[in-house]
Nanobody
Framework: QVQLVESGGGLVQAGGSLRLSCEAP????????MGWFRQTPGKEREFVAV????????EYADSVKGRFTISRDNAKNTVYLQMNSLKVEDTAVYYC????????????????????WGQGTQVTVSS
């Protein structure tokens, strides 16, 4: 497991943008698939986006496709989630996660595929 630290959450109006950051230990991003998940009270944690450890392959939940972009900067050991055109329903605690298997070829999207989680950062979108 690795220690992950998220930042960048906050309050924004619908239609606005936020960028979340997730800092990881050195060399993590070059070995592990990295994902973003979100959770609201009373609901299960849900997949948002994932980026592959090697090729810049990404996957997104249907609910955020075309609005959110996941990226990584290996030199800064940081994964980003750029969120545009935010909706009220995007309100949640967002978590960064690292794959439990190093250099996994399959790009994971299930919570059980990840075993390192950040502390979470609150994103609130007002109408």
């Amino acid at each position: 497991q690795v220690q992950l630290v998220e930042s960048g959450g906050g309050l924004v109006q619908a239609g606005g943008s936020l960028r979340l950051s997730c800092e990881a230990p050195a060399r993590t991003l070059s070995r592990y698939n990295m994902g973003w998940f979100r959770q609201t009270p009373g609901k299960e944690r849900e997949f948002v986006a994932v980026i592959n450890w090697s090729a810049p392959r990404t996957e997104y939940a249907d609910s955020v496709k075309g609005r959110f972009t996941i990226s990584r900067d290996n030199a800064k050991n940081t994964v980003y989630l750029q969120m545009n055109s935010l909706k009220v329903e995007d309100t949640a605690v967002y978590y960064c996660a690292a794959d439990k298997v190093p250099m996994r070829l399959r790009t994971p999207t299930l919570t059980v595929d990840f075993d390192s989680w950040g502390q979470g950062t609150q994103v609130t979108v007002s109408s």
